[in-house]
């Protein structure tokens, strides 16, 4: 698509382009909840070169899955969420060699210890892969804390759900529990780990890039809801 407007700008929670509103794919007015999103996503706009790129426009497309996916399945879209708590990343620890095993203790244990008290909930830990069920009370639990947060909420909590493998490392971010870099090399331990063991692939490096960038619109997304 070509470059149609002159000027993009936010007013009323709503973005225009030349006085134009705009509407998400399934036609709905994308109506920002804040003033600083909505101010963001304008400039998104605004930063459009003669043509259109999506990727420009990272924010634009997590309103619009708010407001189109989200919103239009607000339970649903919770509950696929949620499930991550079944298989989360950091429940499961490996048996060898020890520094493995001490640095997933280091950056992890800290992050089940927070959700273990903000939501009183029990965590199995088991060494290894094979699947282990989490307690009903703890799924029910984390599930309604998921339930709780707002389309816009979610839909930035998805990218960083589903990037991490972790619905706690989700909640950890999205209550600003603790620090994003904190959190992505959380996320990240096994894989570096690797790196260090066998050396940089290149193919691995792009994607750990490409990740990141989602993860980081997902972050500004929820700081710019404040």
Do not use: C
């Not at 794919?25 to 400039?43: E, T």
């Not at 189109?68 to 048996?95: K, M, N, P, Q, S």
């Not at 972790?166 to 959190?183: K, M, N, T, Y």
């Amino acid at each position: 698509m070509k470059r149609f407007w002159k000027e993009a700008r936010a007013e009323d929670g709503q973005v225009l382009l030349d006085d134009r509103p705009v509407r998400t794919p399934k036609r709905n007015l994308l109506a920002i909840p804040s003033a600083p999103l909505a101010d963001a996503v304008a400039a998104e706009w605004s930063a459009v070169g003669e043509e259109l790129d999506p990727r420009q426009l990272p924010l634009t497309g997590l309103a619009n899955a708010a407001i189109d996916i989200v919103a239009a399945d607000h339970a649903g879209f919770a509950d696929t969420l949620a499930r991550y708590a079944e298989t989360d990343l950091l429940a499961y620890r490996a048996t060898s060699p020890d520094e493995l095993i001490a640095r997933q203790a280091q950056q992890w244990d800290p992050l089940l210890d927070w959700v273990r008290s903000r939501y009183d909930v029990h965590v199995e830990v088991v060494g290894g892969i094979m699947h282990r069920p989490q307690p009903d009370a703890t799924i029910a639990r984390l599930r309604e804390a998921v339930l709780a947060r707002t389309a816009f909420e979610l839909a930035a909590l998805s990218p960083i759900v589903t990037i991490g493998g972790s619905l706690i490392v989700g909640l950890a971010l999205v209550e600003r529990a603790f620090e994003s870099d904190q959190l992505w090399s959380a996320v990240n331990l096994d894989e570096l780990w690797q790196e260090e063991l066998w050396g940089e692939d290149a193919l691995a490096i792009e994607g750990r890039a490409a990740r990141r960038r989602d993860w980081e619109a997902a972050v500004r997304l929820l700081d710019l809801l404040t």
